[in-house]
């Protein structure tokens, strides 16, 4: 079995089932050979038949997916404050889950400590389930191919650290690190989308365009393509408006310049946010206030990048998702008023669906998997020979 051949098959099966016959055709190997990477495939733990399925006027064709329990991805979600960490399938479920309590200010050497000391739990949890590799998602600007974080603008500490290096020589796997909006947005569209063009507009620390081309993120050469500076501002905005594109200045603008300091606990700023948004609903005038403004200066940064880009799907995420139905339906509004009638007619905007805390962190393992299987540079386990 070829690995180029063990990788197609795995790429295939991503997506959903298929049968010997749907394999022969998406490869393009013939099916002796097919047959015989099905079968080493399923051996190593990697597939397993799936319950026939019955076709008309024939014997009901065994179908093969990829196997829940044979291997494990480790994802890892550094928030700054907090982190979390999940063991995931090759599917995407989650197997396990972990918050360190009390962590806050993230340390690169505690970082290390806590992913070395997970990986470790895994093994001695289940001996015989093989661990495949870790991603870890960030924020700041890193190097795609080595992993390095070059800086983090609010994290001093983290600046030119080969965070990929230090774990690969402490647990012997594979590591990727990806941006932490790009990382959400691949949870968001995983692998079945066709699209040609998306975009998932990342609201968070900052705001954050992540660009779909395909099934695919368009990161650049820094990892983070797409972020937006405060000082980039729109719509005749103010720098006071500008900080209404981050969260923690959001809060500020309403709660006051204390606000966001006890806000440390997981999930702390997301739930104060919403709350914030609620209120602007039920009429808080000071929390309406801010939301307008907010509103109208996102709307004009996001109309403005559909303008250069001209996508097809524009999903509104990161901490947008799961907020009021109202308040996204505003933005949107205020996008398509400032659109041609020809980009306006042909713009798809819907609301993430992925909402949960641990989505980064899955997003992560599936920007893994994806390299995996797309690049050659990422040492496999997969058979080279048969």
Known sequence: MTMDLARSILHQLSTQAHTLAD????????????????????????????????????????RYALDEAGYLLIGVHLAHP???????????????????????????????????????????????????????????????????????????????????????????????????????????FGFAESWKSAVYVGFGEGLKFSLFLGVAPYTGPFGNAGL??????????????????????????????????????PGALRTRFHELLRDAEHGHVVAAEVTQRMVRVLSAEVAAFVHLMQPEHLVMGGFLAGAPTGILQRIEYGVREQLPTLLDNALVVQPARIVKPHGTAVGATRGFWRRFLLDSDVRSPLATNA
Do not use: C
């Open 23 to 62: 394999l022969v055709v998406t490869t393009g190997a013939s099916l002796p050979t097919v047959r015989r990477a099905i079968r080493d495939l399923e051996t190593d733990g990697w597939i397993h038949p799936l319950a026939r399925s019955a076709v008309t006027g024939g014997r009901p064709a065994k």
């Open 82 to 188: 907090g982190m979390r960490l999940v063991a995931t399938s090759l599917t995407g479920a989650i197997a396990e889950e972990f918050v360190p309590h009390d962590l806050y200010d993230l340390e690169p050497d505690v970082v290390h400590e806590q992913i070395v000391g997970f990986v470790q739990r895994l093994k001695e949890m289940d001996p015989k389930r093989r661990l495949l590799g870790i991603a870890v998602a960030t924020p700041g600007y890193v190097e795609p191919e080595t992993g390095t974080v070059i800086i983090i603008g609010r994290v001093p500490t983290w600046s030119n650290l080969p965070l990929a290096h230090r774990l690969q020589q402490a647990t012997g796997l594979p590591v990727t690190v990806h941006n932490d909006m790009d990382a959400l947005a691949t949870a968001e």
């Open 228 to 265: 937006v500076p405060a000082t980039l501002l729109a719509g005749g905005g103010t720098p006071g408006d500008a900080e209404l594109l981050r969260v923690r200045g959001f809060i500020t603008e309403v709660d006051g310049p204390d606000a966001v300091r006890d806000l440390r606990e």
